[in-house]
Structure formats: C-alpha cells, structure tokens
C-alpha cells in the first residue's frame, strides 16, 4: 500500500498569508494525487486533482503542484472561509489512501 | 446539481449488519465511479469501496468479506451492505461519485454508524 504523509499536521496563520501544505508519498505516484478541503459540519470538497488542476468552481488562489512523491497544496491569500481541514489523496493505485491531514486554524 | 444523500446509519450491536444507501441525483449513478468513504470520530479519512461504471468492485483490507458494494441503476442509488460490523467500524460514511477513477469529486452529508454493545 502507499503511504502518504501530510505536514505540518496543524497551522495557525492569518487572513492575507500564503499557505503551504505538503504531501509525501512512499513511492513515486506520478501526478496522481488530489487534495480535498473539510470543513466542520459539511461535506468534504476536490480541491485539485492530478496534482495541479482545479476542480471547476473552486478559488484560483488556491494551486497545487509537485510529481513523483512530493507535492504541495498552496492557498495564495488565505481567506476567512478556508478556515478547515485539507487531506491530500493518492489516486495512483488501490487501496485508495489519504494523508492525516492539516487543520488550518485562525492566528 | 450533483447531490447525493446517505441515510441508513444508527446504533447496532457489534456482529451485527446494516444497510447504507445514498440517493445520488443531478447524474447517473451507473455512469460515474462510486465511492465510500469513512471517517473514525476525531480521525481522518478512511477509503472503504469503490464500483465502477462496468460494475467491478475493490474494498479495502479491513472491511474485504464483511461489506458489500452495489447499486440499483433504477433508483439510482448506491449501497454499501456492512455484515459481522465490529467497534472499528465506527465512523460517518460518505458517499461519492467522480467521473475519473480513484477519486471523489463530489460528497454527500454523511451518515454516521455506530457499533456499541
């Protein structure tokens, strides 16, 4: 099974900042790796899937990146509403796994 | 508009069975790729099943033998039938559908299962 391992596991940050989540797979997953945004009370949401493309809908100042094993989520600006929790998601192979996740909380 | 609506979780004694559904609308439950999706209480997300459009179905290791996926085309609906259920499998289940294989475009609301004696 591949692993997939989500850092830091929590953060504290302001409206305005750029933020950076980041992702490591146990093994080379190509750019099959989506990223999904929870939060409290609601369904969870695709963000970006294959690495880098957005999901219709969803923010511009929100981007991902990265191939192979190591990849990041980047929210360019943070914003009152992207308060919540973000999984990242190998589609490379089943058993479909996700990373811990990362709670992005209000400084 | 894509919505899907899970129902069928409670309380049930552990060995015992329940039924999952989810009434899928706004698409064509046998033309996408349908997932379930768990999540413990305080933890993360869990990959339980998958049936694609053709029909093939994949489970992962820890509910294999114990939980079945399906769907009835005409009520478009999706079910996950969960037999011999154990404390760990105690969780909100979601559902969710997606054009492309391995992933989940879109979510329901979730229904929660417990297992307690």
């Known amino acids: 099974d591949i692993q997939v391992t989500q850092s830091p596991s929590s953060l504290s940050a302001s409206v305005g900042d750029r933020v950076t989540i980041t992702c490591r797979a146990s093994?080379?997953?190509?750019?099959?790796l989506n990223w999904y945004q929870e939060q409290p009370g609601k369904a969870p949401k695709l963000l970006i899937y294959?690495?880098?493309s957005l999901q219709s809908g969803v923010p511009s100042r929100f981007s991902g990146s990265g191939s192979g094993t190591d990849f990041t989520l980047t929210i360019s600006s943070l914003q009152p509403e992207d308060f919540a929790t973000y999984y990242c998601?190998?589609?490379?192979?089943?058993?479909?796994?996700f990373g811990g996740g990362t709670k992005v909380e209000i400084k | 508009e894509v919505q899907l609506v899970e129902s069928g979780g409670g309380l049930i004694q552990p060995g015992g069975s329940l039924r999952l559904s989810c009434a899928a609308s706004?698409?064509?439950?046998?033309?996408?790729?349908m997932s379930w999706v768990r999540q413990a209480p305080g933890k993360g997300l869990e990959w339980v099943s998958v049936?694609?459009?053709?029909?093939?179905?994949y489970y992962a290791d820890s509910v294999k033998g114990r939980f079945t996926i399906s769907r009835d085309n005409s009520k478009n609906t999706l079910y996950l039938q969960m037999n011999s259920l154990r404390a760990e499998d105690t969780a909100v289940y979601y559902c969710?559908?997606?054009?492309?294989?391995?992933?989940?475009?879109?979510w329901g609301q979730g229904t929660l299962v417990t297992v307690s004696s």
């Open positions: 969710a559908n997606s054009i492309a294989p391995r992933r989940f475009d879109y």
């Open positions: 706004g698409f064509t439950v046998s033309s996408n790729y």
């Open positions: 049936i694609h459009s053709g029909g093939t179905t």
């Open positions: 093994q080379s997953i190509s750019t099959y």
């Open positions: 294959a690495a880098s």
């Open positions: 998601q190998q589609s490379y192979s089943i058993p479909l796994t």
